[in-house]
C-alpha cells in the first residue's frame, strides 16, 4: 500500500487548509484511514479517523477538524478550520486496522503516507 499526501503549508492563525491522501495498491476492507500529526520534539499523535463511515476525531482537534472519504477517488481528506499555533506539525496520513481502544495508537499503523507540513503562525 502507498499513501500519498497533499495539501498543507504556511497560514495565518484562524485559517483553513485541506489536506488529502490517496491510497494505492492493496488495502485493508474496511480500513481504518487516519491522520496523524507530529510536533518538533514531541510525539506522533492522532488527529482523525474514519472507517466503515463512523468518524474519531481527536479531544484536540473536535469541533475545528474534519474527516471524509471519496471512496471513487481512494481519497481521504482532512478538513482543517480554525487553526491555531498549536496545531503546527507535519501531518501523516495513515493506514492500518481498526481496533477497537488502540485506533490511536501510532504502532497500529501498518502504512504511512510521507507527511505533509503544516505551518499555524499567531
Known amino acids: 500500500v502507498q499513501l500519498q499526501a497533499s495539501g498543507g503549508g504556511s497560514v495565518q492563525a484562524g485559517a483553513s487548509l485541506s489536506l488529502s491522501c490517496v491510497a494505492s495498491?492493496?488495502?485493508?476492507?474496511?480500513?481504518?484511514e487516519a491522520w496523524f500529526r507530529q510536533a518538533p520534539g514531541k510525539e506522533r499523535e492522532f488527529v482523525a479517523g474514519?472507517?466503515?463511515?463512523?468518524?474519531y476525531i481527536a479531544d484536540s482537534v473536535k469541533g475545528r477538524f474534519t474527516i471524509s472519504r471519496d471512496r471513487a477517488k481512494n481519497m481521504v481528506n482532512l478538513q482543517m478550520n480554525g487553526l491555531k499555533p498549536e496545531d503546527t506539525a507535519v501531518y501523516y496520513c495513515?493506514?492500518?486496522?481498526?481496533?477497537?481502544?488502540?485506533?490511536?495508537?501510532?504502532?497500529?499503523?501498518?502504512?504511512w503516507g510521507q507527511g505533509t507540513q503544516v505551518t499555524v503562525s499567531s
Open positions: 495498491g492493496r488495502t485493508w476492507n474496511p480500513a481504518f
Open positions: 495513515a493506514q492500518g486496522p481498526f481496533v477497537v481502544g488502540k485506533y490511536s495508537d501510532p504502532s497500529n499503523v501498518d502504512y
Open positions: 474514519i472507517r466503515s463511515g463512523m468518524k
